[in-house]
């Protein structure tokens, strides 16, 4: 019989609901370790009513009946020894259910031949014992049967019934009415056998579900743990993981050694090749920089190309400058992708704690800069920190620590560049250099400004800084007669996506009532390599009129399809293409597509850096028409182009008057 009740639909039997499998198993396992219970109370309690009815009545089949009892008993046990001792009779869960029911069933008639004997010869004291003794085997069986409900009842229902059909047989009121409260009993009994087996089975399957949920919990904190710790596309630790994992080896006192590792042209690769192309090259750096080290030395990638290695085995200094070796041979293999074969290589920086840093925050910076000495020396190589980069750390550290006062006290100073029309030599646009005479520290360059502003998070403060200035050049450069010069400004493509110069840009431009059309942004040309993130920004003053224009083209790793892609209005060739430019033949043949590339797409072609007069004859004769260098002008204060704007006013106005 199936058990029904509560939370278990008619409809529904047992083994459609979750769980069956466990469910079963475990009132298997209940079942059994009740069974050697079972068998011991059986034969206590036949021979208990044996010496009782025996005595009361005389039958003179009763021991034979405790024989049978008693055999059964030892049937079950024995069988139940052969399951314990083979472990895979135990699996076959129904198999064993089943037994264990038939087996229940036997016992059952071999207790019903108590009744059925004494049918019509039932006496008072033997009837009383008769139901007294069938009633307490059926309850102790019920007891037994509420994780299992088939089981019990398939035992009592024949001792029952017989019991009762022995009562009902003699005839007579007093047994009639024990025939009668016999099958009452058996039907309550049936009922609380199911329903106590109905809530076995609820339970367990919400303790089941239970221990799913939690497994699944469990299972999906340690995947987000995972997440947390790990780079999604290398299985690599990420940053957070490094920055525990190095305070946690620090926090030893022993010492460690730090490589910081970067691809060397893996920039390239990403532009050229794709995303799909870079991103197996970073998988396939991962493993060789993995296979390169020591299970104790723990690998991070950081972001991008960068990775580092954290190695704390004495004696550290000797192992990392052996695991860099061993890095950068193998990442100076040629790397096969997809059929292709590209060649990326390594540079390393290396930094030894406490020797070269007492802070975590130091250790990474002076690897950092020992990683960009490497780059210097002419990449795929290891760099170790020492005095000289120590010299220049504490610089960098020390502008960076300074920035915020040079900005808020008005310590930066702004000059102008003039950008000239190469073929009337007039001034047309100026562009805005930062300049910082530290008092200590002597001339700061601009990229050491930049750095600083970057690390110190302060990049909209700058721009607004310089923003103004420009602006306040306009202006005056409006009341000295000059109205059609620009000055340009430079952003990164980082600001546009940490801060707000679009903002800031249009917020001071409107302040000062400046015309857009005057006002210039340049961007390097990594901005086209980062369309996602800037192009809207750049459509957004170019909107209002401002222009926009691409800075130190060539510079990097250009990619001509991806420039016509971005809004813009003007292409400032870098000096390293401009540089000698009248004996190199094929930089002479680059700049000639891009000027011819920029009528096509109506874009102004700007040389930068032109240093001699054989250089601007050469662009003339290519048919340039904007220039920038040493040899037209140098970078001077607002004041002196001001005053210069002032006297060619004056000269076109005596000139008017005189004509």
Excluded at 252 to 276: Q, S
Aim: hydrophobic share 45%.
């Amino acid at each position: 019989m199936r058990a029904t009740g509560p939370g278990i639909s008619r409809n529904e039997s047992l083994d459609e609901r979750p769980y069956h499998r466990e469910i079963r198993a475990e009132q298997l396992s209940i079942a059994l370790n009740n069974l050697p219970t079972t068998l011991i109370s059986s034969v206590i309690i036949s021979t208990s009513g044996t010496i009782v009815l025996g005595t009361e009545s005389g039958y003179a089949w009763i021991p034979w009946w405790l024989v049978a009892v008693i055999g059964t008993s030892i049937l079950r046990g024995l069988w139940l020894l052969g399951v314990r001792r083979s472990p895979a009779a135990a699996r076959d869960t129904e198999r064993c259910l089943g037994q264990l029911r038939l087996h229940a069933f036997l016992a059952g008639l071999t207790w019903a031949a108590v009744p059925v004997l004494q049918i019509g010869h039932i006496e008072t004291m033997s009837g009383a014992l008769t139901a007294f003794l069938m009633a307490g085997i059926s309850a102790g069986a019920l007891i037994q049967s509420m994780t299992l409900a088939d089981h019990g009842i398939v035992f009592f229902t024949p001792i029952l019934l017989a019991t009762a059909a022995t009562f009902l047989a003699q005839g007579n009121l007093a047994c009639g009415v024990v025939g009668a409260n016999t099958l009452l009993l058996l039907t309550m009994m049936i009922f609380q056998a199911q329903r106590g087996s109905a809530r076995f089975c609820q339970g367990e399957e919400a303790r089941l579900s239970s221990l799913a949920l939690a497994k699944s919990v469990n299972e999906s904190n340690r995947k987000l743990d995972y997440l947390a710790n790990h780079d999604s596309l290398t299985g690599l630790h990420n940053r957070a993981a490094f920055n525990a994992e190095l305070a946690a080896r620090q926090a030893r006192g022993a010492g460690l050694a730090l490589a910081v590792i970067d691809l060397d042209n893996f920039k390239l690769v990403n532009d050229t090749r794709g995303h799909l192309i870079g991103d197996k090259v970073l998988i396939e750096a991962a493993t060789r920089i993995s296979r390169a080290c020591q299970p104790s030395e723990f690998i991070a990638r950081l972001g991008g190309d960068e990775f580092a290695i954290i190695i704390d085995s004495a004696p550290c200094e000797q192992r990392a400058e052996a695991l860099s070796k061993r890095v950068v041979a193998v990442m100076g293999r040629p790397f096969v992708i997809d059929g292709v074969t590209l060649v990326i290589g390594a540079s390393i920086g290396l930094a030894l704690f406490p020797q070269d840093a007492a802070e975590l925050t130091e250790l990474f910076a002076a690897a950092d800069i020992a990683l960009y000495a490497a780059k210097d020396k002419g990449k795929h190589q290891a760099s170790r920190f020492d005095a000289d980069l120590r010299t220049k750390l504490e610089r960098s550290q020390r502008i960076e620590a300074e920035i915020g006062d040079a900005l808020t006290h008005g310590l930066l100073n702004v000059v102008f560049q003039g950008q000239h029309n190469l073929t009337t030599g007039a001034v047309i646009g100026h562009e805005t250099l930062i300049r910082w005479a530290h008092p200590e520290l002597g001339a700061i360059s601009p990229a050491e400004i930049l750095s600083a502003v970057r690390s110190a998070d302060m990049g909209d403060q700058l721009t607004e800084f310089v923003a103004k200035e420009a602006c306040r050049l306009l202006r005056a450069l409006t009341k000295a007669g000059d109205t059609t010069s620009t000055v340009a400004i430079n952003i990164s493509p980082a600001e546009f996506l940490t801060g707000n110069p679009v903002g800031i840009i249009l917020e001071i431009i409107d302040r000062f009532a400046i015309r857009p059309e005057r006002f210039e942004v340049e961007v390097t040309e990594e901005t086209i390599h980062d369309l996602t993130g800037v192009n809207a920004e750049l459509n957004r003053l170019m909107s209002v009129g401002v222009k926009i224009a691409i800075d130190d083209f060539g510079a990097g790793h250009s990619s001509l399809v991806k420039l016509a892609s971005l809004p813009f209005d003007k292409l400032k060739i870098d000096r390293c293409l401009i540089s000698g430019i009248d004996g190199q033949e094929k930089n002479a043949q680059l700049i000639a597509t891009l000027i011819g590339l920029g009528k096509q797409l109506n874009f102004t072609v700007l040389a930068e850096g032109v240093e001699t007069a054989a250089e601007a004859e050469t662009l003339r004769r290519l048919g340039c028409a904007q220039v920038q260098g040493f040899h037209f002008s140098r970078p001077v204060p607002a004041q002196s182009i001001v005053a210069q704007a002032r006297e060619e006013g004056a000269r076109t106005k005596e000139l008017r008057q005189v004509s």
